[in-house]
């Protein structure tokens, strides 16, 4: 983490200080259901560390971590649902993103056809 920002919502999620409905742990990345579900299966998968903001930060900077937040989000699609899923990055806040820490939206189970509305 920078020394220079205070931790975000997910680090704190991370380290243990804001409780949350652990679905998956990795060494470097966390999974927990959303706390405003927007789908029957709403899960936030995210990197422990908040240095990057959005996926095309993280995209850039460590690719190897994004393949592992796909990972881990097909991982929890085939435990919690049949394996199929949506996955979806707001990124910027006129796309709906509140949490300046890059993370994935796992949507499964019973979506709306044709619909890419996240929440
Ligand atoms: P976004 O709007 O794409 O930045 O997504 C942020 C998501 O984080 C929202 O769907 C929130 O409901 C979710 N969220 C925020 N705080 C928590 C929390 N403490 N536990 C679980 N989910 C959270």
Redesign the pocket.
């Known amino acids: 983490m920078s020394e220079t920002r205070e931790p975000t919502?997910?680090e704190?999620?991370s380290a243990g200080e804001?409780?949350?409905?652990m679905v998956a742990e990795t060494e470097r990345v966390i999974a927990?259901?959303?706390?405003?579900?927007?789908a029957p299966i709403?899960v936030?998968v995210t990197p422990r560390s908040g240095d990057h903001r959005d996926v095309v930060e993280l995209a850039a900077a460590d690719p190897a971590l994004l393949a592992e937040l796909v990972d881990v989000a097909h991982r929890v699609a085939g435990e919690l649902a049949d394996g199929q899923f949506r996955l979806?990055?707001?990124t910027g806040a006129d796309?709906?993103?509140?949490?300046?820490h890059v993370?994935a939206?796992v949507l499964a189970g019973g979506l709306e056809e044709g619909s890419l509305a996240?929440?």
């Open positions: 919502v997910f704190r999620i804001i409780p949350a409905e927990f259901h959303d706390i405003a579900p927007k709403h936030v979806v990055f707001n796309a709906g993103q509140t949490v300046f993370h939206h996240a929440g």
